[in-house]
Each structure stands twice: as structure tokens, then as C-alpha cells.
């Protein structure tokens, strides 16, 4: 095994469920039991979230690509990823006394991988102008979707660093896998010919007089 070849997992499910988890506890990679809402549970549970979205995305990458074969630039990139976030769950899910030195982990590898993505496709990008929304196509919407979950994986493995130890690492690679969805949302709709959706402040409803309004539009549907 090469040095920097992380450790293959070892187990077998034959079952998958085990009746421990009943009581609102789990297992940790060490073995330790802790509630299942305590935070360091929260936080790889979020990643997970963020890994179940980001398989999504790489679904309609795949989709969409059949019409627009540049976007299957994206579809290796989002693959590695999943397995990132696979790793950065494993290292969660252990304490620092516990962690092994093969165990898979976040480096700072992981984010100069992401760094020369961002660079990659942000370049032929248009600067912007104004904010923007989610939408144009569907897969920015998907992206937007996975920048949101991303940060707010960010935000509860900071809160856990201010009371454990957390790696470095971690913290660094949702910080930049945010910014690397916020491009890849924007390249996407760039490849796709799609225009992007920029906030008006003045599109709000208290900034628009009756007169701008059509009879009938925008009316919701009550029952």
C-alpha cells in the first residue's frame, strides 16, 4: 500500500438493521455511544445530507449532458467529491484519540483539488454584477441546493470545534466545496446558454406599485 493510499473499509452488512440505535443513540467509530442529536452526530449527518444532494446533481449532470456535452466536465469532479464527503464523514465519526493513521480523511490536498477547479471553470465566467438566484436550469438549482447544505455543514463543524477537537482540514474543505458549488452552478448555466437569474431588490412586492401588476397575476392559489 502506497503511504498516501488511505485505508480500504472492512466490513460485511449482511443485516442491516440492529435495534441499538432504539433508544436514540448511536455508535461512533470507536465504539463510544452518543445521542444521536448531540453535535458531532449532526455534523456527519449533514454531510451525508450534502452527499445524498451532491449524488442528485451528479444525476442530472449525466441528464443533461446528453443535450449539452460540456457538462460532463462536471460529472468525474462530483464523483470525487462523494467520496470526500465520505471521508470527511469517517474522521467526524472518530474521536482524535481513536483516529488510525490510515483512516480516510480530509487533506489539504482535497482542497487544492477544489481550488484549481473553482479557478478552472470561474474563468471564463462573466463578472458579476448583482447577487444571484437559484435557477436558469434545473442543475443550478441542484448546485444551489448543495451550497446551502455545504455551508450549513461549515457552520455546525465550527460550532463543534469551539468545544472539540475538529481538524483543520475539515473546516478549510467545506468552506471551499461551498465556493465550488457557487461556480459550478453559475459555469453550468454559462454552458448551458442559460441566463442567470439576478436579485432585483425592487422585484420584491412592497417596491412594485398596482399599476406594474397585471389583473390576475400573480395571484396565489387558495383553497
Known amino acids: 500500500m502506497s503511504e498516501?493510499?488511505?485505508?480500504?473499509?472492512?466490513?460485511?452488512?449482511?443485516?442491516?438493521?440492529?435495534?441499538?440505535?432504539?433508544?436514540?443513540?448511536?455508535?461512533?467509530?470507536?465504539?463510544?455511544?452518543?445521542?444521536?442529536?448531540?453535535?458531532?452526530?449532526?455534523?456527519?449527518?449533514?454531510?451525508?445530507?450534502?452527499?445524498?444532494?451532491?449524488?442528485?446533481?451528479?444525476?442530472?449532470?449525466?441528464?443533461?449532458?446528453a443535450a449539452i456535452p460540456d457538462l460532463w466536465r462536471l460529472q468525474p469532479i462530483l464523483r470525487r467529491v462523494q467520496h470526500e464527503l465520505f471521508n470527511l464523514g469517517s474522521i467526524l465519526a472518530t474521536l482524535p484519540q481513536d483516529v488510525g493513521p490510515k483512516q480516510p480523511r480530509i487533506t489539504a490536498v482535497e482542497s487544492e483539488w477544489l481550488e484549481r477547479d473553482i479557478d478552472a471553470m470561474n474563468e471564463p465566467l462573466p463578472a458579476l454584477k448583482s447577487f444571484v438566484l437559484p435557477g436558469g436550469t434545473r442543475l443550478n438549482a441542484d448546485f444551489h441546493i448543495c451550497r446551502t447544505v455545504c455551508r450549513?455543514?461549515?457552520?455546525?463543524?465550527?460550532?463543534?470545534?469551539?468545544?472539540?477537537?475538529?481538524?483543520?482540514?475539515?473546516?478549510?474543505?467545506?468552506?471551499?466545496?461551498?465556493?465550488?458549488?457557487?461556480?459550478?452552478?453559475?459555469?453550468?448555466?454559462?454552458?448551458?446558454?442559460?441566463?442567470?437569474?439576478?436579485?432585483?431588490?425592487?422585484?420584491?412586492?412592497?417596491?412594485r406599485s398596482q399599476a406594474d401588476v397585471k389583473p390576475g397575476a400573480e395571484t396565489p392559489c387558495s383553497e
Open 152 to 207: 450549513r455543514a461549515e457552520r455546525l463543524v465550527v460550532a463543534l470545534a469551539q468545544t472539540e477537537e475538529v481538524p483543520t482540514d475539515a473546516i478549510r474543505y467545506l468552506n471551499r466545496l461551498s465556493d465550488a458549488f457557487f461556480v459550478w452552478s453559475r459555469w453550468t448555466n454559462y454552458a448551458s446558454g442559460a441566463g442567470e437569474v439576478l436579485w432585483s431588490p425592487n422585484e420584491a412586492a412592497s417596491a
Open 4 to 65: 498516501n493510499k488511505f485505508q480500504e473499509p472492512r466490513l460485511l452488512l449482511s443485516r442491516i438493521y440492529t435495534r441499538r440505535g432504539d433508544t436514540g443513540e448511536t455508535s461512533l467509530v470507536g465504539g463510544q455511544r452518543a445521542p444521536k442529536n448531540s453535535l458531532r452526530i449532526e455534523c456527519y449527518g449533514t454531510i451525508d445530507e450534502l452527499n445524498a444532494f451532491t449524488g442528485a446533481a451528479c444525476v442530472s449532470v449525466e441528464q443533461s449532458a
